[in-house]
């Protein structure tokens, strides 16, 4: 690896946070455990947690004086609809790349960043470099599944992330800094749908693609604590809440039909095919989900699967196993 000789930050490292006192520390731990070859900022946004969040982040912030930034707030951001990585972070970042983690994952392997700024580096025309990643239980830490979408470090097709819902863990992002600001400035951004899931096709369809490393680098928290999934799954209104995104991710496709002339637009119909299946899946619909979508629903891991079966057939034992999944 050939030494940078400079002190500015070539990366910059953005992290959300809101109550997540349980997880910032493993997080923080996570990203400051790099070893590269170049310099690197941890730009981190706390949305006026609750908890003790806070306190740890400020603490960071004076132990590692000029490598970890805090920003705070004295009323929540998110609530008023403003973006914390667009509003707050990236006017901050100095570097020519940007990486992401929210405050409940963390990075498994110390060579993340050198990695993924290498395979970069190798190729100036690729705009983002994702990887593999493994989904743990929130509180323990074990690996539930893994997210692997190809076999070997390849070139992203469009077509696969256009097609399905995640390919790719957002926290496994690294980005051009300019391909970052063009996102902002695109029609896509202006989507109603997740912003993870409107990154990874705008990265995907951008001129020069995504570049994909299959080696498990981070990890991803299954309904941790204060999270949107969690809070989506055990709201009342969850199915309309399903419903809403079903239909922002329906507009995401056709956008992208639009923006690229219909180019993709056979991998658009199979994704929006796909997108229903999802909404199935966190409807719970188990009857349709083996009707309609048999080979799919059946090579799910056994917990999906089992979470709709118990649903659909015996709520009191679904309640059940849901309390004793939350307590864990």
Known sequence: MDDIPSTEPVVSITCITYNQEDYIAQCLDSLLAQETSFPFEVLVNDDCSTDGTTDIVLSYQQRYPGKVRAVTHDENQYS???MPIENFLFPLARGRYLAMCEG?????????LQRQYDAMQADPTLV?????NENVQANTGQRITTLRFYEQDRAVDPSDVISHAQCFSTNSLFIRMDAMKSYFDSQIRAVPDDGDHKMMTFFAITEGGMWYIDRIMSAYRILSKNSINRTTLLSKDRNERALRRYEARVELLRTIDEVTDGRYHDAVTKGIDYMGYVLCKDTRDFRRLRRQWPEQFASESLPTKLDSLLYTYCKPLHKLACAVYFRM
């Open 80 to 82: 008023k609809g403003v």
């Open 104 to 112: 409940d994952d963390y990075w498994t392997d110390p060579t993340k």
């Open 128 to 132: 983002a470099c994702v990887h593999a």
